[in-house]
């Protein structure tokens, strides 16, 4: 008779240790380069643009497509990190990039910039320039973030059709041809810059689709159609819808809406206002120099205002943002303007709606209690002279805790529950 087989006792918590051990587990906690909007925020559902990851930009000309890049770089080399800008249709807009960045030459200094007008060309030095940061990684540790950014992704043909180009005025490379090679590099950056302190920013053109309809479909196509995959995280579109005219520049209004958004959900859009000055030179006074913002400021209390207006999510939100932030709109003058008692802006002297949102992001308690009621996701603010592995170790560990908290709070063990009420 065949001896029976005997099994260890059944204990699921032991069993998990034993298969964490084995296994382990390779789920990151969300870091990356803080974005300065809470209307942004809430559209990526992220405090931050995050790392290791690949973003999209793309829009009609003229709808602020590199200005908007320039401005996530501002973000990195304000945290004392560095971008490498990739331009490949020989159109770099010096002076926005350096207005952009408020001429501040340490941060331009920061800015490595390379012109290529063919795909090899370009995807050799982007190449070139990551294997450079993690040289510096290896030697100081992942320590500054580092933003990667092309302009334009599928502006440069191959070197096969520039030089077609060159010696008989014309090439004969397929649109599908210049798609497949280009999405046979890209599917292979994401591992570039794994477990890096970088992300990679791609600006892409959009062009009408004929026969587009408003409100139908996408109305927008970028070059090489569906044939190019990105393997983008985040898809942003811009899109120019005005003008307006004041004493001293212009401010264009640009739309930006989530088309893709692998941390939630797509869709969303805000307003946000590119304002455009000059202001006197201070070395030379007979000159000006061009001013350039992207006015976050304005954006957010718009979008709170929206939001107490029951514009998105009904009564419901309208009642639960109103208990964090009171906005009541007034004017000074023709401009608008609003008084809060939470901001600390009394009615008989109300502040212009860019002062309030400068009040705002001051106020560090009042933009976490915002965060919290519209952000779903757990993310960490990273700053030059962190560790990111350290930084992310400890992400990992809270987000565990908090999970655990959250477990126990949802899911009570019945039987002790039961046994507990017995024994009362």
Known sequence: MAKKKTYEPFDIGALTMEVQKA??????????????????????????????????????????????????????????????????????????????????????????????????????????????????????????????????????????????????????????????????????????????????????????????????????????????????????????????????????????????????????????????SKTPDPVDPEKSILQVEWDWDTADIEFLLDQLKGKEGGAERKKAVAAIVDLHETKIGTEGAVWSDALGIPEEEPATIKEAGMILHSNEELMEKLRGFFLTTNSVCFSSGDNLNELSDQARKEEEEHLQAISNALYKDVVKDEISIEED
């Open 23 to 276: 296994l382990g587990n390779d789920e990151t906690a969300m870091c990356g380069i803080e974005v300065p909007s809470l209307a942004l925020q809430y559209l990526l559902n992220s405090r931050v643009l995050p790392f290791s990851k690949m973003i999209e930009i793309f829009g009609a000309p003229g709808a602020g497509k590199s200005t908007f890049l320039y401005e996530i770089m501002r973000w990195s080399l304000q945290a004392d990190g560095f971008a490498y800008l990739g331009e490949t249709e020989q159109k770099d807009s010096v002076d926005i990039r350096r207005a952009i960045c408020k001429w501040n030459k340490s941060m331009l200094d920061r800015i490595s910039i390379k012109h290529d007008v063919t795909l090899e060309g370009w995807v050799n030095q982007l190449n070139e320039a990551i294997n450079h940061y993690d040289k510096l990684y290896d030697k100081y540790g992942p320590r500054f973030p580092v933003v990667y950014g092309i302009d334009a992704v599928t502006s440069a043909g191959t070197e096969r059709a520039f030089e077609e180009f060159k010696d008989e005025g014309c090439g004969t490379e397929r649109v599908a041809e210049l798609a497949n090679r280009l999405t046979s590099y890209v599917r292979n950056l994401p591992g570039r810059i794994k477990d890096k302190p970088a992300c990679l920013i791609f600006v892409n053109h959009a062009k009408q689709k004929i026969g587009a309809t408003a409100g139908f479909g996408d109305e927008a196509e970028t070059p090489g159609g569906k044939a190019v995959k990105y393997y983008s995280l985040i898809r942003l579109e811009l899109k120019y819808i005005g003008q307006e005219k004041r004493v001293n520049g212009t401010t264009r209004k640009i739309k930006i809406k989530v088309r893709k958004n692998g941390i939630q959900e797509a869709g969303k859009e805000m307003l946000v206002r590119l304002k455009y």
